[in-house]
């Protein structure tokens, strides 16, 4: 195995969606083990089949490592930031391929295939008494920008060291950061139960509304006891919290989302005044299938809608998880769902899915998969 990476060199052929490596790619033998390439269309998401783990490059050639994370447009650039992980397999020990020891990396691009790594932009520390030592984990990490402050804010699953799923407070958190710069150093404010201490928080995303209002959208898992037997169990449903007007703490307004039970890794879309929650099953790192609510009011009532997958392998989201949801800049109604190919036997061979988000009715939302296509050839709204 690479010191750098979980592929051997032989089996693995990188993805750099240029021109010059499309070149290069043209000529490459699809291989049928992981990390494939193939010819793909000029400029295009190379998804590749559900079988396959399609490596994307940034612009030095190094493997784009931003998992779990988002993308945001500013000053005329996407920013796609996430966790930086390790070559290695996911466990409950310091080695855990899910854990960083780095921080949160980012990386920048005006045409959504050529990506350049822009750097950490909320680094690990090496101090011992701190709360970002690593290993940790920086989950699902998602920024937005605060129009009065003028400052970018990131909130994120905290999971401090060793970095393993608990119920303690420092297992199952909320951390902020903030920053002047969209792609600067973030400064690490600390960690917050929104609601009350009891709530544990997992799965996560923000969500900013077009009047400028941030919201905080969560799985919050609380202990409970059955009255009757006391047998201890938690309570795990999705919450909608309201930020304070500087984005940094949780107001008491919120709202428990209706049907939400056991549902993970939440992505908010607006679109024509309507809201679509785009969620994933909860099985640990295993697939399942997703599912979608929409409604007018961010505090509800949320409507079930189904499953927003089509095709085949609906049941698995493709062999994928749920990260985020970004509108492509210039081009009303158009977003991009992003999804997660898991992988964890190495977790930095998990690779990117992005899906045209197709709206079929005012209510109705479907996201086809399609192993490679791109911006231009947009699937037809029917
Ligand atoms: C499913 C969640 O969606 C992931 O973010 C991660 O927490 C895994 N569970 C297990 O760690």
């Excluded at 493997?63 to 996911?90: C, Q, S, T, V």
């Excluded at 929409?294 to 994928?320: R, V, W």
Aim: glycine share 8%; with cysteine; proline share 5%.
């Amino acid at each position: 195995m690479n010191a750098n990476n979980c592929f051997h060199p032989i089996a693995t052929t990188f993805v750099q969606p240029t021109c010059l490596s499309l070149l290069l790619v043209g000529i490459c033998l699809s291989a049928t083990s992981a990390g494939l390439a193939r010819t793909e269309p000029a400029n295009g998401f190379h998804n590749g089949e559900v079988s396959e783990r399609v490596k994307w490059l940034d612009t030095d050639g190094h493997l784009i490592n931003a998992h779990d994370g988002g993308i945001l447009f500013a000053d005329g650039k996407y920013y796609w930031y996430g966790m930086e992980l390790r070559p290695f397999m996911a466990t409950n020990t310091l080695a855990g391929g899910q854990k960083t020891t780095t921080g949160v990396v980012m990386y920048s691009s005006t045409n959504l295939f050529d990506w350049k790594r822009e750097g950490l932009i909320l680094s690990c520390s090496t101090d011992p008494n701190s709360l970002l030592k690593g290993p940790m984990r920086f989950e699902r990490p998602k920024i937005i920008f605060n129009d009065k402050t003028k400052k970018y804010v990131m909130w994120f699953h905290y999971v401090g060291y060793p970095g393993d799923h608990g119920q303690d407070i420092g297992t199952a958190d909320a951390g902020v950061a903030v920053s002047d710069t969209i792609n600067g150093r973030y400064t690490f404010l600390g960690i917050q139960r929104p609601i009350s201490d009891k709530g544990e928080v997992k799965d996560c995303t923000l969500f900013k509304d077009d009047d400028g209002s941030g919201y905080f959208i969560y799985d919050r898992v609380v202990p409970t006891s059955d009255p009757l037997t006391g047998k201890m169990d938690k309570k795990r449903s999705l919450h909608i919290v309201k930020l304070s007007d500087d984005f940094l703490t949780c107001t008491k307004t919120y709202k428990e989302i209706e049907n939400s039970a056991r549902r993970e890794a939440p992505v908010m879309i607006k679109r024509n005044g309507r809201y679509f929650l785009i969620t994933s099953g909860m099985s640990g790192w295993a697939y399942n299938r997703s599912s979608y609510f929409q409604t007018t009011n961010l505090f509800g009532a949320y409507e079930l809608m189904g499953d927003p997958c089509t095709g085949t392998n609906t049941a698995t989201t493709y062999d994928s998880q749920g990260t985020h949801a970004f509108a492509v800049e210039g081009q009303k109604d158009r977003f991009i769902f992003i999804s997660e190919r898991h992988y964890t036997p190495c977790m930095t061979d998990s690779s990117y899915i992005f899906w045209p988000v197709v709206f079929t009715t005012p209510t109705n939302l479907h996201l086809p998969y399609l192993p490679e296509w791109d911006a231009e050839h947009w699937p037809t709204e029917k």
